[in-house]
């Protein structure tokens, strides 16, 4: 039997990891264990999460929480240096390029125990950003590097990383919405919301770039102001982002606005729901550009890089940065009926996970 690891900890990590894990159970080769660092702790954050996936709950829960950067990945550090010496895993599984990732990795190559990277190799070419820091190394100390699409590839031997370490497998994330797309349908978010299928728009928003600077922050809120007049905008509010408004006193601007319809975060198959009938979806998030374009659903990327270029150049995603007048320009291009031309990216087939075990039952 193959011990892993599957280590998870904030929410975009949780429909990235369920595919794999649950595959690793149902086989015999292996005996997978899955490993919460708790970086993300809240019920809507996290929980919700498990049971809309069908996930076990995590055999091991660290309960990490919230802090600075340093903080919060030498928390998880400290905390899963003890568990892996006691389980010795023959392989830690990571996703994805949160803190909690990059901590799980660094702690495992000091161990000298092997490290699986799902969604390896994305670039946003902006080292400000947390998460392109938690790639870079993440991706520096892996053994296996799971990629989801070619730029992946081609990043990854510019960086010299060994060919032989690098798989194009496709999308676990896809895995995993296509596996629910069926279920979603069932949820009743839409008339909860007293929202009217294809007339509104959805976003999402929590970049630390877009929501902690109160100059930047002012104007995406000009821009939906303006875009509310015309549709109404479903905001399921990320607690940090929450959190910005009343600390850069953005409450009142918020509260204007009457389309503007503020809800919790919302579980998984209650957003996909929204996502897959929604006329347009405005975000900051790096697995939504990729959700929308595998559905088909128009993406406005609040953000002057993606590192997941492929739902540009064939996706439905368009970058738009800040500036208002180009979100509102991309808006109304989307409330027009413009649609870009576009195509599903290879391999997001819904058999990622299905790949990845492959390959890792053979190493
Ligand atoms: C993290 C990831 C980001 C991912 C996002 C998805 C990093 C560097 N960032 O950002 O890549 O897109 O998750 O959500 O790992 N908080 C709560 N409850 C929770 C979790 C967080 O209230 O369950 C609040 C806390 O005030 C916390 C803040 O949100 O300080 C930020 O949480 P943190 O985990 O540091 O980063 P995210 O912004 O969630």
Known sequence: MIKIANIVGARPNFMKIAPIHKRMLQS??????????????????????????????????????????????????????????????????VVGDVNSTLAAALVASKLHIPIAHVEA?????????????NRVLTD?????????????????????????????????????????????RESTILSTLKAEPENYALMTLHRPSNVDSQQVFSQILIALQHIQKQIPIIFPIHPRTRKMIDELQLADQVASMDQLVLVD????????????????????????????????????????NT?????????????????????????????????????????WDGQASRRIV???SKV
Request: aromatic residues 6%; proline residues 5%; hydrophobic residues 40%.
């Open 28 to 93: 015999d080769q292996f005996d997978p264990i899955l490993i919460h660092t708790g970086q993300h702790y809240d019920d809507k954050m996290s929980r919700t999460f498990f049971v809309d996936l069908g996930m076990p709950e995590p055999d091991l829960y660290l309960g990490v929480g919230s802090g600075s950067h340093a903080q919060q990945t030498a928390a998880v550090m400290i905390a899963l240096e003890k568990i892996l010496l006691e389980q010795k895993p023959d392989w830690v599984v």
């Open 121 to 133: 190799g994305l670039r946003s070419g902006d080292r400000t950003m947390p998460e392109e820091i």
């Open 140 to 184: 520096a100390v892996s053994d296996l590097l799971f990629v989801t699409e070619q730029s992946g590839l081609d990043n990854l031997l510019s960086e010299g990383i060994a060919k032989e370490k690098i798989h194009l497998v496709g999308n676990v994330m896809i895995d995993s919405l296509t596996e629910h797309l069926e279920k979603a």
């Open 265 to 304: 975060p919302l579980g998984y198959l209650d957003f996909l729901h929204l996502m897959s009938r929604a006329r347009m979806v405005l975000t900051d998030s790096g697995g939504i550009q990729e959700e929308t374009t595998f559905l088909g659903i128009p993406c406005i990327t609040l953000r002057q």
């Open 307 to 347: 590192e997941r270029p492929v739902t540009i150049e064939i996706g439905t995603n368009t970058l738009v940065g800040v500036d208002p007048a180009q979100i509102i320009e991309a808006a109304e291009n989307a409330l027009n009926g413009y649609q870009r031309e576009h195509t599903i990216p290879p391999l």
């Open 358 to 360: 492959e390959i890792l």
